[in-house]
């Protein structure tokens, strides 16, 4: 079994800064891990993809966050991380990671989401 575990998720004043992480682990499994990205959704809203990131290190963002947010991975250490620079209240939202990860097949995991606010 292989599980994404999200962190750094909290409270964070207009213009601050957070940094999120997703950690792949799978006791004793040996896998793949392919495209990676973040996925964000505001109460009321739908889910908005937020940044991409594929094997070999090629980005995306949606034009939102251009400019603010930085999507980047570790493929020695199975994680991947999303710095959010220059926060706005809009930002605010449950942050979920994906990965695209091959164990025997090829599926998409999920991590469990953290709360992003951006408060004054």
């Known amino acids: 079994q292989v599980q994404l575990v999200e962190s750094g998720g909290g409270l964070v004043q207009p213009g601050g800064s957070l940094r999120l992480s997703c950690a792949a682990s799978g006791s004793g499994s040996i896998f793949s891990i392919g495209g990676m990205g973040w996925y964000r959704q505001a109460p009321g809203k739908q889910r908005e993809l937020v940044a991409t990131?594929?094997?070999?290190?090629?980005?995306n963002y949606v034009d939102s966050v251009k400019g603010r947010f930085t999507i980047s991975r570790d493929n020695a250490k199975n994680t991947m991380s999303l710095q959010m620079n220059s926060l706005k209240p809009e930002d605010t939202a449950v942050y979920s990671c994906?990965?695209?990860?091959?164990?025997?097949?090829?599926?998409?995991?999920w991590g469990q989401g953290t709360q992003v606010t951006v408060s004054s």
């Open positions: 994906y990965a695209y990860i091959y164990l025997g097949v090829l599926r998409q995991y």
């Open positions: 990131i594929t094997s070999g290190g090629s980005t």
